[in-house]
């Protein structure tokens, strides 16, 4: 057995290449998981290095378009544990009952803030982020 020092980097970039490869194939469930993952390190970082990171992002967004749009001012906390909901989901037992969502979006929804947050950190995506967002957005 060999011990490895694996950059924090490189491994969200690992789990991160492997959930979109996972989404191609429809595996959505195992998808949402390592992109979660992902999003979750490369945000670390981020923070880390005192940068904004996509949920921040998603969160400011999602509050002013409720404040507006229905007057309610929404918690962060309350935000960002729907956003986060298909994952903590798949990785917490929570009250045990069935999961529901929709798979396939809430692993694009995912994978979308993981390759946000390594565009933050790196400055580039890879061939496969770009492969992802060619293949699942008709429009690019």
């Excluded at 992109?35 to 880390?48: D, R, T």
């Excluded at 565009?119 to 992802?132: K, P, Q």
């Amino acid at each position: 057995m060999a011990i490895v020092s694996v950059p924090r980097e490189a491994a969200a970039l690992t789990q991160l290449e492997r959930a979109i490869a996972l989404y191609m194939e429809r595996d959505y469930i195992p998808a949402i998981t390592l992109a979660g993952a992902a999003e979750s390190l490369l945000g670390g970082l981020l923070k880390y290095k005192g940068r904004d990171h996509a949920l921040d992002g998603d969160v400011s967004a999602a509050i002013a378009f409720e404040l507006h749009l229905t007057g309610e001012d929404l918690s962060r906390p309350r935000v960002i544990s729907d956003l986060n909901y298909a994952r903590d989901q798949l990785k917490h037992f929570g009250d045990g009952a069935d999961i529901v969502f929709d798979l396939a979006v809430a692993a694009y929804d995912m994978i979308e803030r993981a390759i946000g947050n390594y565009w933050r950190l790196s400055g580039t995506i890879t061939n496969t982020m770009e492969h992802f967002f060619r293949q699942s957005c008709p429009d690019v």
